[in-house]
Nanobody, 126 residues
Framework: QVQLVESGGGLVQAGGSLRLSCAASGRTFSSYRMGWFRRAPGKEREFVAAIIRNGGNTYYADSVKGRFTISRDNAENTVYLQMDSLKPEDTAVYYC???????????????????WGQGTQVTVSS
């Protein structure tokens, strides 16, 4: 199993940038597919980005494509979400999530992911 702790959230003006980090513990980190999800006020948790085990393939929600970049450093047991050109509608609690190895990766599905961090607040002001 893996334990996840997000950091890097905060308050930023529209057009600014933040980099979120998700530090993982556990010897099997490199075996997990990793995703970022967010929950905006009054909304359900939604998919943001995902990355496969070796980082070769990445996936993004249409709403963030071209602005956000997901990456991972397996040697550091960390996954990142670089967020550029932030918009007020990006305001949400952001969560990282880990998917156990095996089978196809339904990366947009909240239920696909087995482990979750506590979340970090991102607030974008206009």
């Amino acid at each position: 199993q893996v334990q996840l702790v997000e950091s890097g959230g905060g308050l930023v003006q529209a057009g600014g940038s933040l980099r979120l980090s998700c530090a993982a513990s556990g010897r099997t980190f490199s075996s997990y597919r990793m995703g970022w999800f967010r929950r905006a006020p009054g909304k359900e948790r939604e998919f943001v980005a995902a990355i496969i085990r070796n980082g070769g393939n990445t996936y993004y929600a249409d709403s963030v494509k071209g602005r956000f970049t997901i990456s991972r450093d397996n040697a550091e047991n960390t996954v990142y979400l670089q967020m550029d050109s932030l918009k007020p509608e990006d305001t949400a609690v952001y969560y990282c999530a880990a998917d156990r190895p095996g089978g196809p990766y339904y990366y947009t599905d909240v239920r696909e992911h087995d482990y979750w961090g506590q979340g970090t607040q991102v607030t974008v002001s206009s």
